[in-house]
């Protein structure tokens, strides 16, 4: 008998010895599904009519009091123009209001307003209050159309890709706008800043490109010699299109955080560019890092060069190198590279490009001294945020992004990975063209 043939085998593994059956799905749905069903369409509508009555109740209480206009703040009481119908989607679905408006008898003025839906704080728009922050939720998570299905199938309510859209633009407005102005008031000089009682010893910042990542490393709490232990709290800010404007943020964000005491080491990781460096002065007591990795890798452009791709004697070379950094040598190191002899024109640049960065970089190539204080020697924690923050959402097959849109939507993104979502609730929708 012949030895069975990998057809042979695959057959017996994959292929039943009986004609494949179409599979079943249950003739009922389970009756806790049902029961759930059920109690939820009942006490919907129960909900709606509740908010309904509730607005009835705001509407009575403020009745028979005309308002004084706010444009002109003239002595007459604005004048009743009757009741229209306004209709709003709320988190049980859309309502029905019939709204009190007012207008200004003053000549040339004629400003009208609705103090109801003043009173109810309802945003512009059909879709707001809840719903919108809901949405938005969904909306800065996946995308937009599937955001909507998710909608339908968590709330019940119907709304259009497009609603998620606009309300992820409204609300991520009102969030970009709001860090901006508080990175405004904490960038003046005039703005009186308490200095928080319990700052944490060092604060570490790891700055990637347009997002950036920031680490609290608290060495007094640390029960181990693992700096990742040290880990105690992590905080997110990006900047996108305006790479100046990261380290106002990032100062303002500090603040907010009470992150900044007078004996905080602000610990900036970055990645050789100039510019870090440059707006890193702005923390009287730092510690400037080079990304190890970067270090590395730099070294790794000239291994390559000299040893070969792949060489062992490179890799053993490399190996060398890295050790050595890591335990703070660098001086060694640069003496070492300054008695190679280059085989070639190529090799003598690259070598020598290699030094200088070695050499320009040294006293930010203390890796030893930084392993030690728990601060860590890598970006990697930054490159990762960067990931979450933008790539999980934003980079996805045909997704395009216009400037603005993306900036608003990773305004939320960031609120919800620092936890802070619930801020929402207290920032009004902006209006989006
Ligand atoms: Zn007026």
Redesign the pocket.
């Known amino acids: 008998m012949s030895r069975p043939t990998k057809r042979d085998r695959f057959i017996a593994a994959h292929v039943a010895p009986s004609a494949a059956q179409a599979p079943t799905l249950l003739d009922e749905i389970p009756r806790i599904i049902q029961l759930e069903r059920e109690v939820e369409d009942e006490f919907r509508g129960q909900m709606m009519q509740r908010l309904k009555e509730k607005i009835e109740d705001v509407d009575r209480a403020m009745s028979g009091h005309a308002p004084v206009?706010e444009?002109?703040h003239?002595s007459h009481p604005m004048k009743s123009r009757g009741r229209k119908k306004r209709t709003f989607i709320t988190r049980f679905g859309e309502i029905s209001v019939w709204v009190q408006t007012y207008r200004?008898i003053?000549e040339g003025?004629g400003?009208t307003c609705r103090p109801l839906m003043d009173a109810l704080g309802i945003e512009t728009g059909r879709i707001s209050g809840m719903l919108a922050r809901l949405l938005a939720l969904l909306g800065v998570v996946v995308p937009y159309e599937l955001a909507a299905r998710l909608a339908f199938l968590f709330f019940g309510v119907e709304v259009s890709a497009m609603s998620v859209w606009r309300s992820v633009q409204r609300l991520g407005a009102a969030c970009e706008q709001y860090s901006e102005e508080l990175a405004r008031y904490h960038a003046d000089p005039r703005t009186e800043v308490e200095e928080p009682a319990e700052a944490p010893d060092a604060v570490v910042l790891g700055v990637d490109g347009c997002a950036l990542g920031m680490q609290v490393r608290d060495t007094s709490e640390r029960v181990s010699t693992a700096a990742r232990q040290s880990v105690v709290r992590r905080a997110l800010v990006t900047c996108l299109g305006k790479a100046d404007q990261v380290f106002d943020l990032l100062w303002s964000k500090l603040h907010e955080l009470c992150w900044l005491g007078p004996k905080t080491v602000v610990v900036i990781v970055g990645d050789g560019a100039e510019w870090i460096w440059n707006r890193a002065k702005m923390f009287s007591n730092r510690c400037e890092i080079l990304d190890f990795w970067h270090a590395v890798e730099k070294a790794w452009e000239f291994a390559r060069l000299r040893y070969g791709q792949g060489s062992k004697v490179g890799e053993k070379w490399m190996s060398r190198l890295s050790t050595d950094l890591r335990g703070g040598k660098v001086e060694a190191v640069i003496a070492r590279l300054r008695r190679i002899t280059p085989s070639c024109e190529e090799e003598r640049e690259k070598l020598e490009g290699l030094i200088r960065y070695f050499d320009t970089n040294k006293q930010r190539m203390r890796y030893d001294e930084y392993l030690r204080l728990g601060y860590g020697i890598g970006s990697g924690a930054v490159e990762s945020a960067h990931k979450q923050v933008t790539h999980a959402r934003m980079r996805q097959a045909g997704m395009r992004w216009s400037e603005s849109g993306a900036r608003r939507l990773l305004a939320l993104r960031v609120l919800l990975l620092n936890d802070n979502w619930s801020m929402l609730d207290r920032l009004m929708m902006a209006p989006v063209v």
């Open positions: 206009c444009k002109c003239s200004c003053e003025c400003h």
